[in-house]
């Protein structure tokens, strides 16, 4: 099994800055990609940014140029780097991963979830 633990979500003021973090755990052999989703009140869950173990990520156009997804490889960490954010990145912000686990199974994770709110 593989859990997914977020941290960093809060409030925040618009135009600041947020970083959230999500470690992965368990019978890990590699991930192949990890991101982050999120969902506000009322909509679907979207992409945010996702980040694969080689090559180039992917963000949503709306947070392009303010968000920057990273990864560490050999922990099996992604971090969102959020900054001039909006009332409108409001949600709660679910880390991803699509991981092969020993013995050798591939699958989607998700963590429970961070809530970060933009708001005066």
């Known amino acids: 099994q593989v859990q997914l633990v977020e941290s960093g979500g809060g409030l925040v003021q618009p135009g600041g800055s947020l970083n959230l973090s999500c470690a992965a755990s368990g019978r890990i052999l590699r991930i192949s990609v990890m991101g982050w989703y999120r969902q506000a009140p009322g909509k679907e869950r979207e992409l945010v940014a996702v980040i694969p173990s080689a090559g180039s990520t992917n963000y949503a156009d709306s947070v392009k140029g303010r968000f920057t997804v990273s990864r560490d490889n050999a922990n099996n960490t992604v971090l969102l780097q959020m900054s001039a954010l909006k009332p409108e990145d409001t949600a709660v912000y679910y880390c991803?991963?699509?991981?092969?686990?020993?013995?050798?199974?591939?699958?989607?994770?998700w963590g429970r979830g961070t809530q970060v709110t933009v708001s005066s």
């Open positions: 991803y991963g699509n991981v092969f686990t020993i013995p050798f199974a591939r699958n989607d994770y």
